[in-house]
């Protein structure tokens, strides 16, 4: 309905600096006799030639020297050898060096990789979690902002990932999802409550918010080969770990193989089922094919637990994502009956367990909804971007769209704000007191040009920091602006050391003027301060943003970040004339006193009865609390 593609603009970062930025540069300087031979045993290891590299380290042994020294010729044996898996010898190596002097949390988390790999599981336990509390303490330093946090966690999500694996491997899978939680939304959690203040919840505490809610909540978290050596590896995604907690407390749990999709989804086959399966249905190509994936994903992911699910019809049901499954239209998951997730169950979603405790404690808003709306509809004229030849391009009107918001205010009583009407500073003017926010415009995003959304440089595996000699020792990096790597943007050229820096992507067109651009961007909306109960984003690709070890960050979250404990999204490009259809259904019933989530699949499955087609309907979800 309102944007068909994706914007890419390289706006400026706050920071201006680049914080712990810990590169080694390949140089020609004049060394001591002594540290000749580690230079060249680094320049062998960089060159990948590890056997070379590997005698080098072992002579540089042969004299006595500096426990630093020490320390480095023994790291990179360790790191040869964990190259090679050879983690009995890796393990020997590593300890040595760290008795010469403490390693760095990065080589701890390869350690703690190593012992599990060997079955040494206290001691995998006890390496992790030493390597987590000093990443944990970096990421709380009084000087780090909520991007600095943002980033620095997506370098240390792999961490993370292990302890699951080896709380797992320990049969503890109620400590594998108090990790889990740990990671998810962590800085929300941490602008709700305050960064100093530890609000994760353990799982007595989960069993008690799925008590008070009342619904049964349905976890995943997604691991891979959490071995991160150089930092470029790519750890892939080979487990699915499957969480269900009902209303009485009781938490079962699966575990799914994902390695067998590999060969025909590559390494991140949730990844490519997300895309794929979104790209057919957004684009309407293909439907059979499209249809073909819905079986496929209901069996990976709904029937490993399917016996632990509430039966019956319009059964609450709370999906707590992770990784590519935030883009996946859970709606349309159907059993071998052809039975859609969303004939069963009312859909709700939820960044972690531990925002939405702090969304439900929030006070209800119950009829006051309608006391205030802002209800804003087709923006015109519609702000520019740039084509590929650098010529500015106005966004087309959106007629559908301003039916749907005069529609939506009538219903409400109230005035909306129509194309000229609705600039930025007219939306920005009194939008803190306003009690709903409904936004028919066009919706797009604005991560750097140079990685795909889940942070990686397409079309390469290949690091570009590292091909102009630039080593990256990630876990504690925050990059700003003006930083580039052999004339290429840091942002980009370190993408694949997981340090490109994460911000708030996502913009809602509104009319110019009032603004440079017209756009109401993530980050601005993040700064607010926002009393509304529910916010209706019916723009294309809401739902989306940057894919990050906490989740997907992006316009949606930047709503919640701001206090708005609901908000309507939407996965893809959505269909102009259903999507007034649709949000039609979906106020009336809400003015019929339906609740918000209850509201929406009423309104989807009524769409779905006229229009059939899935990209007419199943785009949509609702974010945060599932009622007033």
Not at 67 to 89: D, M, N, S
Not at 446 to 469: H, L
Request: charged letters at 20%; glycine letters at 8%.
């Amino acid at each position: 309905m309102r944007a068909t593609g994706s914007l890419h603009a390289d706006f400026p970062l706050v920071k201006a600096v680049v914080v712990a930025l810990l590169v080694l540069v390949c140089g020609t300087a004049t060394l001591p006799a002594r540290a000749d031979t580690l230079a060249q045993a680094r320049d062998a290891y960089r060159a990948g030639d590890y056997p070379r590299a590997l005698a080098l380290y072992r002579e540089s042994l042969a004299t006595r020297a500096a426990p630093a020294r020490v320390a480095e010729a023994y790291t990179g044996i360790g790191k040869v050898h964990l190259k090679e898996e050879r983690f009995e010898q890796a393990i020997e190596a590593l300890e040595q060096a760290d008795a010469a002097e403490p390693i760095d949390a990065g080589l701890t988390a390869s350690l703690a990789f190593a012992y599990f790999s060997t079955g040494q599981l206290e001691a995998a336990q006890a390496s992790i979690e030493r390597a987590i509390r000093h990443w944990d303490a970096l990421r709380a330093k009084p000087s780090r902002d909520e991007i600095d946090r943002l980033t620095l966690l997506e370098q240390q999500g792999h961490a993370y990932r292990l302890a699951q694996q080896i709380a797992m491997q320990r049969g503890e899978p109620l400590r594998a999802l108090e990790i889990a939680e740990q990671t998810r939304a962590r800085s929300l959690v941490e602008r709700f409550l305050g960064a100093e203040r530890d609000g994760f919840l353990d799982a007595e505490r989960i069993r008690a918010l799925a008590r008070r809610v009342g619904t049964t909540i349905l976890y995943y978290s997604v691991t891979g080969r959490e071995l991160r050596v150089d930092s470029v590896e790519q750890e892939g995604q080979s487990w699915l770990y499957i969480w269900v907690i009902t209303p009485k407390g009781d938490i079962t749990h699966e575990v799914v193989d994902l390695r067998p999709l590999h060969a025909e989804y590559g390494r991140y086959p949730l990844n490519e089922l997300a895309s794929k399966t979104r790209r057919l249905i957004a684009l309407g190509r293909n439907t059979e094919r499209a249809n073909q994936t819905f079986p496929l994903l209901h069996r990976l992911l709904i029937e490993p637990v399917l016996d632990a699910l509430p039966r019956g019809a319009a059964q609450p049901l709370l999906v707590v994502a992770d990784s590519a499954l935030h883009l996946m239209p859970f709606a349309v998951f159907s059993d071998a009956q052809g039975t859609m997730l969303i004939d069963r169950y009312v859909l709700t979603f939820a960044p972690s367990l531990s925002a939405h405790a702090q969304l439900v404690a929030r006070a209800a808003q119950g009829d006051n909804w309608r006391a205030n709306p802002l209800i804003i509809g087709n923006p015109t004229p519609m702000p520019s971007l740039r084509n590929a030849e650098g010529r500015a391009v106005p966004l087309a009107g959106l007629q559908g769209a301003e039916l749907e918001a005069a529609l939506i205010a009538n219903r409400l009583g109230a005035t909306p704000l129509l194309k000229d009407a609705a600039t930025l500073g007219a939306v920005l003017d009194g939008i803190e007191q306003r009690t709903l926010l409904h936004f028919a415009t066009h919706g797009l995003f604005d991560y750097d040009a140079g990685v795909n959304e889940f942070g990686f440089v397409p079309r390469t595996q290949e690091s570009i920091a590292r091909k102009n000699n630039v080593v990256i020792n990630s876990g504690a990096i925050v990059m700003g602006k003006g930083v580039s790597i052999g004339g290429v943007r840091a942002n980009v050229a370190a993408a694949n050391e997981r340090v490109a820096r994460i911000d708030y992507p996502g913009l809602l067109a509104l009319a110019p003027p009032g603004d440079i651009n017209g756009f109401l961007s993530a980050r601005r909306v993040a700064g607010l301060q926002l009393n509304a109960g529910l916010a209706v984003l019916s723009a294309c690709d809401t739902a989306r943003g940057r894919v990050a070890a906490e989740g997907v960050v992006g316009i949606a979250r930047a709503f919640m970040a701001a206090g708005v404990p609901s908000v309507v999204i939407s996965l893809w490009s959505l269909p102009d004339q259903q999507t007034v259809y649709l949000m039609d259904a979906f106020y009336t019933r809400l003015d019929a006193g339906e609740q918000p989530a209850a509201a929406l699949r009423s309104a989807m499955l009524a769409t779905r009865a006229k229009y059939p087609a899935a990209k007419n309907w199943a785009g949509f979800a609702l974010l945060g609390r599932s009622a007033w």
